[in-house]
């Protein structure tokens, strides 16, 4: 292991109990997880979790609360790092513009970079349709916190 990889998310959640969960793929590898991303050198976590959120959503949020700090050893799945993920709870300053599906992986682009929504009841929240291990425990916390 070389380096740490700090990576921030934002936790989205309606009025209605559902959060926001980004299904992506990258050069042919398919992965679901909340919308964020990696830490820019000189960059603090909410002004990351800020532009991730401009970057992915086209959206201003406004972070609420700390949620959950990776507490296990994580490996990337992309590279040779290990990974530090910090979520925060979040909420839109506007409402956001996007094209929401209802279906996993349904892109409406072909390409080797792609991204669709969702707004997931986070009681119906399937962990096996979370890829990514420090998301898993993040979807059982919520669940735990909200159910």
Known sequence: ????????YGL???????????????YGFRFSKFPGGGLELGEGL??????????ECNAE??????????????????NDSQVISV???VRELVPLKLAFKTKIF????E???????????????DINE??????????KLLKQSYL
């Not at 989205?12 to 990258?26: H, P, Q, R, T």
């Not at 909410?46 to 970057?55: A, N, P, S, V």
């Not at 349904?106 to 682009?109: E, G, I, K, L, S």
Request: hydrophobic share 45%; aromatic share 16%; proline share 0%.
């Open 87 to 89: 979520y925060y709870i």
């Open 106 to 109: 349904d892109f409406d682009a």
């Open 111 to 125: 390409g080797e970079i792609l991204q669709a929504f969702r707004w997931v009841a986070i009681r119906d929240l």
């Open 46 to 55: 909410i002004d990351g979790l800020k532009r991730e959120f401009m970057e």
């Open 61 to 78: 949020i406004e972070v609420l609360s700390h949620f959950y700090t990776t507490d296990f050893f994580e490996k990337s799945s992309f």
């Open 12 to 26: 989205l959640i309606n009025a209605n109990e559902e959060v926001l969960v980004s299904d992506e793929e990258e």
């Open 1 to 8: 292991m070389s380096y740490f990889n700090v990576r921030v």
């Open 130 to 139: 979370i890829t990514f291990k420090t998301d898993k425990t993040v979807v």
